[in-house]
């Protein structure tokens, strides 16, 4: 206890014997550093907010929207970039970067005629970044505040040139590949259209509803006229001699109904004129009808739909709006943001403690060891001695 007691008191005395040293190094440090940092060049940050991208603007072939959309949930899966990623990736492609050296001639601002080291200069002042919100965060650093601000501007324009490029790429492309298919789609609708004309000219096919309506009615007729005619064959045939003109007559009708009856059933030897599908041909008739009937309503279905995907693509093509939204636009800043004077001379303060400390603890050091051990305070000195000679030599007069 008595031994921390004495160290405690003796370190106190140590600081209070060394205490000008503190004092004056403090000063110093402090006056140098504020004086440095007065001479240092002021930097100026320019900042610039821009809001997540639209999805519709980001995405392909708006034929895939048909397919739902993806749960929100899974554009925060690891690996799968969202399109604010994407944005940012853009910001930090080469592409855009020597567009903007090339539009403010940062090779002379830079003071180099290297373009590598020109790219390396700009990333270290520039900050590309999103936000948890997807927002994407622009930060330019320079000298000047209006070089901040145009900096700024000048990533944000590029990254718009770039989408409007890739929109337009993209929508020639999707209006190329639509324009293919529209093609072969008119074929197919053509092809399923005639045979629909063909089917229905060489079996008089108009509308399988209607004509099965028909013919059962006419069925029906023929049955009623058939039975019609048996009453009155059969009444004039006990009436009258079998071989009386007018039995004759009736026996004639009534086979001729038959007739008709047969040939409604089988469709043999029907008038060419006639619309009235035979039974028998009338599962045959409807199955190939409506399988000929459904094709030409799909080749329908799928041009009516490839013509508004068409339209809009040419559209988007012919698009020449702003792809981005701008929350924040940059503005000349009012204060530096480097360098930190406050932090300067908190720093130089710091390290005056701490250079103090140790000249201090050197100092006493070499005292103690002229007491404790002669012999090795001797050989010390006379090294020091021999820097004090090299150093007059070099710098100073030789005594």
């Not at 028909?214 to 009453?231: N, Y």
């Amino acid at each position: 206890m008595e031994k921390n007691k004495f160290n405690v008191v003796d370190g106190f005395s140590l600081l209070v014997k060394w205490r000008k040293l503190f004092v004056y190094n403090f000063l110093i440090f402090s006056i140098l550093a504020a004086v440095v940092s007065l001479l240092l060049p002021k930097w100026y940050t320019a900042s610039c907010t821009l809001l997540p991208p639209d999805q519709s603007e980001s995405s392909g072939l708006d034929i895939l929207s048909l397919l739902g959309d993806l749960p929100k949930g899974l554009s925060g899966l690891p690996g799968m970039a969202t399109p604010s990623d994407i944005y940012v990736a853009i910001l930090k492609s080469r592409n855009v970067r020597d567009s903007v050296i090339q539009d403010l001639d940062l090779h002379k601002v830079f003071k180099t005629d290297n373009h590598e080291d020109c790219l390396a200069m700009l990333d270290d002042v520039t900050k590309l970044d999103k936000s948890e919100e997807d927002m994407i965060l622009i930060k330019t650093t320079a000298r000047s505040k209006k070089l901040a601000v145009q900096m700024a501007e000048s990533f944000v324009h590029h990254l718009d040139r770039v989408n409007k490029t890739k929109r337009f790429t993209s929508a020639r492309y999707t209006r190329e590949f639509i324009e293919k298919r529209l093609a072969d789609n008119e074929a197919d609708l053509r092809r399923t259209a005639e045979a629909l004309r063909d089917f229905q000219r060489r079996h008089r096919v108009i509308s399988i509803e209607e004509q099965t309506k028909a013919a059962i009615t006419a069925m029906a007729e023929l049955e009623a006229q058939i039975a019609l005619s048996e009453v009155s064959y059969n009444m004039a045939r006990h009436q009258m001699d079998p071989s009386h003109p007018e039995v004759q007559q009736l026996r004639l009708k009534r086979e001729e109904l038959k007739k008709q009856v047969a040939k409604l059933e089988t469709g043999t030897r029907m008038d060419s004129t006639s619309y009235v599908v035979p039974f028998d041909k009338l599962p045959d008739y409807g199955l190939q009808y409506a399988f000929l009937l459904r094709d030409v309503e799909v080749q329908k279905a799928i041009y009516k739909l490839l013509m508004q995907q068409y339209e809009q693509a040419r559209i988007r093509e012919a698009k020449d709006t702003p792809t981005i939204q701008i929350l924040d636009k940059p503005v000349e800043p009012d204060k530096r943001s480097k360098p930190k004077r406050g932090i300067i001379v908190i720093s130089a303060a710091l390290l005056s403690v701490f250079v103090s400390l140790l000249i201090m603890s050197l100092f006493e050091y070499v005292n103690r060891l002229k007491f404790a051990d002669p012999a090795a305070h001797a050989q010390l000195q006379s090294a020091v001695d021999v820097l004090k000679n090299d150093w007059r030599g070099w710098f100073g007069r030789k005594k």
